[in-house]
């Protein structure tokens, strides 16, 4: 008799606990399910509005002008914004946390919407890829124009001054050497070292013919030099050569970038 | 527990089968070809290239005396010797130098290859009447010429080419400290007083180390110049005989 209310209360206090236990856990699981579905719901419009906001930036870039001598930095300046833009965003546009990951494995749904990003993002990094490399390019067509900018051009050249012009040429043809260069740019490289080179030893012959006072020499030496300014121009075809081929490439990543 | 499971697997299911997102769709129309141009536009090394030109080679003295050395003998070659300029010899005051001698020598370097000839002209020494006179002066008379010459050098006096014999005998002071020889000075002194005879006034050293025109005043001062006692490719020619270069 003693007993009964006592096992009462304590069957009704068990009950509640119950109860609790139960609301409670519904709040915590449906608050997290809330949060999953917003998160996976969110992430197909993230990585669309991204993408979409990635292909507005390299056309803006792209649309520009062709660019005179001035505004070139500006299109180089913009190319190297949006590399430096995917190489920060592509492991973060497809994330999801690490709570609600799991989801994807038992959720086709879900799986398929993380497959699509990352699908997009590949192809994205890939046109990334190709674009540091023309980067890399262009900043090494840029420090081999600004060594051969610093050749004085001269229309007349006196006899005094034909020492400087040999010195020139051989600095030059040193400074090229001593570039470190991406791998698109060395044929480039070797080809100007070795014109720079040619230029310089031509420069040699007309000094020693014009010492020994040997017309014919002089006058051969002065061929060659003008012939060995003239194949300069292979520099330009080489370099124009390769920046079709990375161009190719970076045409092709973009093509594909664009459309998946 | 069974019953938590399946109340998760409900409320997890149930909230997140409600969703379903979509495939993205991408609107980028960015030409390819615009992009492998703006790409292209961006070389610098075309265009410092470009700057490359083959400079003019200013011509060396030596390039240009050969040249004209070259030219002059193509031209005696080509054209003899077309015309014939003549000269009378005489002496004035006390002569001490052998007169001989001194026709002898004047009459050789005015008939050089290296000298006036190169006009394609010859020089012929006549008796008296010549197209002008050269004289061999004592350096006292050499005024009586013209107040313009001085008892110091030698002189041109309108038809008179006056050779002052102290200089065809010692040269001149700077001509000697600079190592000239006199027979040099003699060939010099020669073409240089034929020179204004022939229509030219003074030259003026061209650099240093070149060699002097021949019109220059070798006898007062080289200017830095190197010896040369006949005329350069630049002074071939000659107004008083209607000669252009």
Not at chain 2, 26 to 35: C, D, I, R, Y
Not at chain 2, 235 to 244: A, D, F, K, N, Y
Request: hydrophobic share 40%; net charge neutral; with cysteine.
């Amino acid at each position: 008799m003693m007993r009964l209310p006592h096992l009462r209360r304590w069957r009704t206090k068990k009950a509640n606990l119950y109860a609790l236990i139960i609301t409670l856990s519904i709040l915590i699981i449906g608050s997290y399910a809330l949060w999953s579905r917003q998160t996976w719901a969110q992430l197909t419009p993230y990585y669309t509005q991204w993408h979409q906001s990635l292909m507005l930036d390299i056309r803006s870039t792209v649309d520009l002008p062709v660019p005179t001598a001035k505004e070139q930095s500006v299109v180089s300046a913009r190319l190297k914004a949006i590399s430096l833009r995917i190489e920060g965003d592509q492991h973060a546009v497809c994330g999801v946390h690490s709570l609600i990951q799991w989801q994807q494995n038992i959720i086709p749904t879900f799986k398929n919407t993380r497959a699509d990003c990352q699908k997009i993002v590949a192809s994205v990094v890939d046109f990334q890829k190709q674009l540091a490399k023309i980067i890399a390019y262009d900043n090494d067509d840029q420090a081999l124009a600004g060594i051969l900018s610093t050749v004085p051009q001269m229309s007349e050249v006196a006899e005094d001054a034909m020492e400087a012009r040999m010195t020139a040429w051989d600095n030059t043809a040193k400074n090229i050497e001593k570039m470190k260069v991406s791998d698109a740019f060395k044929l480039t490289q070797q080809t100007a070292s070795k014109h720079s080179m040619a230029i310089k030893i031509a420069w040699a012959d007309i000094i020693a013919a014009h010492q020994a006072k040997d017309k014919q020499k002089y006058l051969a030496a002065q061929n060659s030099l003008a012939a060995a300014i003239d194949d300069f121009n292979e520099v330009s075809n080489t370099s124009q050569q390769s920046v079709a081929v990375l161009a190719g490439d970076l045409e092709k990543a973009f093509r594909s970038a664009s459309t998946d | 527990m069974c019953m938590m499971c399946s109340v998760t697997y409900a409320t997890v299911g149930a909230g997140l089968l409600a969703f379903s997102p979509g495939v993205p769709s991408t609107t980028a129309t960015t030409s390819p070809q615009t992009l492998t141009s703006q790409v292209a536009s961006l070389q610098r090394l075309p265009s410092a290239i470009a700057a490359f030109k083959m400079p003019t080679l200013t011509e060396p003295q030596w390039l240009k005396d050969q040249n004209a050395t070259e030219l002059a003998a193509a031209q005696a070659k080509k054209a003899p010797i077309s015309r014939v300029v003549t000269y009378d010899v005489m002496t004035k005051g006390a002569i001490t130098a052998s007169f001989a001698e001194f026709r002898t020598q004047a009459n050789a370097t005015l008939n050089d290859g290296r000298g006036w000839t190169r006009l394609g002209v010859s020089f012929h020494e006549v008796a008296s009447g010549g197209d002008f006179t050269l004289v061999l002066s004592e350096a006292s008379q050499m005024t009586s010429f013209s107040s313009g010459c001085g008892v110091d050098y030698s002189c041109r006096a309108g038809r008179y080419v006056i050779i002052n014999q102290d200089r065809w005998q010692g040269a001149t002071p700077s001509w000697n400290n600079a190592g000239g020889s006199l027979s040099d000075y003699r060939h010099m002194v020669v073409n240089h007083e034929t020179g204004h005879w022939l229509g030219h006034g003074h030259a003026s050293c061209s650099g240093a180390g070149q060699p002097a025109q021949v019109m220059q005043q070798q006898s007062i001062d080289l200017q830095g110049c190197a010896f040369n006692a006949w005329p350069t490719a630049s002074e071939l020619w000659s107004s008083q005989l209607g000669i252009t270069v």
